[in-house]
């Protein structure tokens, strides 16, 4: 199938090593951030979520931080694998106004080398 | 359980004919949202759904797009007179509402010719 990631920043790691993907968010308003993930040929996988009240959150290999002040958010992976090579998108929601509606960025390929 | 489900999964379609995409959502949720993907970008908001009702509906680009969900539960995306410029993967997803992720369904890669 077609691939998401074309004409994307493009992070290449070696299988084990750590990764840090970085997003830049330009809506101070946005108080809740999810990270996903999406496979040539399928939806946005949802990875991890942080609210404004939180700088940092961990999952199983992955942690999000987010820094308020200079409105930017990051992935880490840990022991990259195989499996993590896929185009990895943040995206942002603003609380009031009872708006769900989540803005995406525009993703960042990440390929693992065996 | 099961996951958002679309279908078709690809639609070949030429330029004026007439389109609907049909969304399953995850059984319960209650918040069901339309975007569109095309290649190399991000998702684009098109409209999302609280209940049967539209409850932002702002991300349409024209009035040939129009979506229902008549019984909160599935949802069709109909698109009329299609253009080329509609060809592009649609999501669907769902969520329990309020500030919960979002779960996407692997789309509807919509082609026209």
């Known amino acids: 199938g077609e691939s998401v990631g074309l004409h994307l920043p493009t992070l290449s790691v070696q299988e084990g090593d750590n990764s840090i993907i970085n997003c830049a968010y330009s809506?101070?308003?946005?108080?809740?951030f999810i990270w996903y993930k999406q496979e040539s040929g399928k939806g946005p996988q949802f990875i991890i979520d942080?609210?404004?009240?939180?700088d940092k959150r961990q999952g199983q290999r992955v942690t999000v931080l987010l820094n308020k002040t200079v409105k930017h958010l990051s992935l880490q992976i840990a022991a990259t694998q195989p499996g993590d090579s896929a185009v990895y998108f943040c995206?942002?929601?603003?609380?009031?106004?009872?708006?769900?509606?989540?803005?995406f960025g525009k993703g960042n390929q990440v390929v693992v080398i065996p | 359980g099961a996951g958002v489900s679309q279908t078709p999964s690809n639609k070949v379609t030429e330029k004026g004919k007439y389109v609907e995409l049909r969304c399953d959502p995850i059984?319960?949720?209650?918040?069901l949202y339309w975007y569109r993907q095309s290649l190399g970008q991000g998702p684009e908001f098109l409209i999302y759904?609280?209940?049967?009702?539209?409850?932002?509906d702002s991300g349409l680009p024209n009035d040939r797009f129009f979506a229902v969900r008549p019984e909160g539960s599935v949802s069709t995306l109909k698109i009329q007179r299609t253009e080329r410029g509609d060809s592009a993967v649609y999501l669907c997803?769902?969520?329990?509402?309020?500030?919960?992720?979002?779960?996407f369904g692997n789309g509807t890669r919509l082609t026209v010719t």
């Open positions: 997803a769902s969520s329990w509402g309020g500030r919960s992720p979002l779960h």
């Open positions: 809506n101070s308003a946005s108080d809740y």
């Open positions: 942080i609210r404004s009240n939180m």
């Open positions: 995206a942002e929601n603003e609380l009031e106004g009872g708006n769900n509606r989540l803005a």
């Open positions: 059984s319960g949720h209650t918040a």
């Open positions: 759904f609280q209940g049967t009702g539209a409850a932002d």
